[in-house]
């Protein structure tokens, strides 16, 4: 497979908000450990390989198990993640299978027992840009090492 298009170079503006939203959510209340989980997980789910391959790297930086990545797919099989990151991982899920409705109400009324509305807010957002990410490398054919 080859890759079709550069979307950085062919919408630039386009491309910078995205980035500028990626960034902004480093500087919130996640964690780089839960921002990982987010990205990681989602990759999974719409298996783009080269979001995979960046971020289980990058969460390995930043201080991630291996042995919880390797795991990751079964979290709920573990108790290997903590009760928020549970959470976390529900909100992900829901959110990138949007046709089985998105975020349930219960999943939300979850999450408002942990964190308040900001953090939702930024579960949210990371989700819906790790999201965005996968449908780009994939549409483009983005290959790993490019």
Known sequence: MEQRMNIAQVEPGAY???????????????????????????????????????HTKDALKDGETMQRIFVLDGWRETTLFSKEEAVILKMTEEITHITRKGLSEATYEEARSYFDEHKIAQIIMAAVTINAWNRIAISTHLQIGA
């Open 16 to 54: 910078k908000g995205l980035i500028a939203t990626q960034q902004y959510l480093h500087t919130t209340g996640l964690s780089k450990i839960e921002l990982g989980l987010i990205y990681i997980r989602a990759s999974q789910i719409n298996g783009c390989a080269y979001c995979l391959d960046m």
